[in-house]
């Protein structure tokens, strides 16, 4: 199976990775990976990214940026989003060639979710932040209709959203079927890299900035939850 790999700089560059012909296990994929950078036509700092095949994938960042190449990089098109031109988009999770969700970071309203169903020609505002305190930072999802999105804690609380209608709308855990957060405790805005799923209901978040480094976990889909100390 041909794996592909696409890897950010903290600037405008993406570089694509791929292993060499001929390559029959992954040992021999991992030790010869040839990496090729590539020019995105964009001067936003990009922070987000995701491969959803060897041909397409997804990138978002500074400006309310948001790419998409369907010819394994060697061009992009910027696609619009209404009213997000003074966006940061950390994070862009594709889940197929033409369904992506978008999360922008920072304090109150800069916080927001978007998703597109037809290739990023039109975007849904899915949700805004109305808390002054919250700071979402990143997403992850089992498919196109079953996502998670957190923020750091709020209150010594943790703050976590779950898709509801098939994927059309998020609605927060409650504070009761989650442990309490340590004093500062968050999830870093980093790319969307803290946060996995895995079939059928697995979550892991890795949280920081307190007195630990924990990891967040759910086994049942976001009904329970239980932390660890790492």
């Known amino acids: 199976t041909m794996r592909i790999l696409l890897c950010l700089s903290l600037s405008t560059a993406l570089w694509f990775g791929f292993p060499p012909a001929g390559a029959t296990a992954p040992s021999q994929a991992r030790e010869s990976w040839r990496w ?46 209404p009213g997000a031109d003074k966006l940061d988009f950390r994070d862009v999770d594709g889940v197929d060639e033409t369904t992506a969700y978008a999360l922008s970071i920072g304090s109150g309203e800069l916080s927001r979710i978007y998703k597109t169903a037809d290739a990023g020609r039109t975007w849904t505002e899915q949700f805004v932040n109305r808390d002054p305190k919250a700071f979402f ?34 609605e927060r855990v409650p504070a009761a079927s989650l442990p309490p957060a340590l004093p500062n405790e968050g999830f870093f805005a980093a790319s969307g890299t803290n946060i996995a799923v895995a079939a059928p209901n697995h979550i892991w978040v890795g949280t920081g900035a307190a007195s630990a480094a924990r990891v967040l976990r759910s086994s049942d889909g976001g009904r329970t939850w239980a932390v660890a100390r790492t």
């Open 36 to 81: 090729t950078p590539l020019s995105t036509g964009s001067d936003a700092r990009l922070r987000g990214v995701s491969a959803v095949t060897d041909r397409v994938a997804w990138a978002s960042g500074t400006n309310g940026t948001i790419l998409r190449t369907t010819d394994g990089g060697s061009t992009w098109a910027r696609l619009a989003v």
């Open 137 to 170: 930072d990143a997403m992850a999802f089992w498919d196109a209709k079953r996502g998670v999105a957190v923020s750091d804690s709020v209150d010594g609380q943790f703050v976590i959203l779950m898709t509801t209608d098939g994927g059309a709308s998020w």
